[in-house]
């Protein structure tokens, strides 16, 4: 499940196809420009979607919400964040969680996502994927670079026609 731009809606579409509840999920730090794509694109998305999905603003701390995702009792979670993957800045990647232990172990975040995404799922039993997106510039400041930028405002795009 590594994909590359040009897939990405075909893939998120057939991935939500059988959602009946989901969590989209935007993680990262509003002060290192890029890093900050996922929480953007949920920002973007909120008053768009069904109540069949909730949106959750993690920025650093996905595992705040723990609770909240548990109890919103979804049958897919997309987590939606920034990762250098050695592509083109803007360039996405949907991935299975347990893929993550092939990429670089540096992250942004207190809790790996790894293992925030084991928990999910051992507590949820919710398919999980992460919907990654190359970074041109994680350097503290605030904003997306433009090619970033336009990359989220894709995404956001190709979810509000795949979000159940």
Known sequence: ???????????????????????????????????????????????????KVYLIECETV???????????????????????LGLKPGD???IKPELLAAFPAYSTHALPLRIFC?????????????LLIEPEKADFGEGLTSKVEASAQKIVEILLRVLP
Request: aromatic residues 6%.
């Open 1 to 51: 499940m590594i994909s590359g731009n040009c897939n990405v809606e075909k893939e998120l579409k057939a991935w939500f196809s059988n959602a009946g509840k989901a969590v989209a999920a935007g993680v990262g730090n509003p002060i290192r420009m890029d890093d900050f794509v996922g929480t953007k694109i949920v920002q973007d998305l909120q008053g768009k979607v069904s109540e």
């Open 118 to 130: 084991e928990y999910l799922a051992k507590t949820t039993r919710a398919k999980i994927a992460l």
């Open 92 to 94: 996405s990647r949907l």
């Open 62 to 84: 996905p595992e705040n919400f723990i609770q909240k995702i548990i109890d919103f009792n979804p049958t897919h979670i997309l987590l939606i964040d920034a990762a250098v």
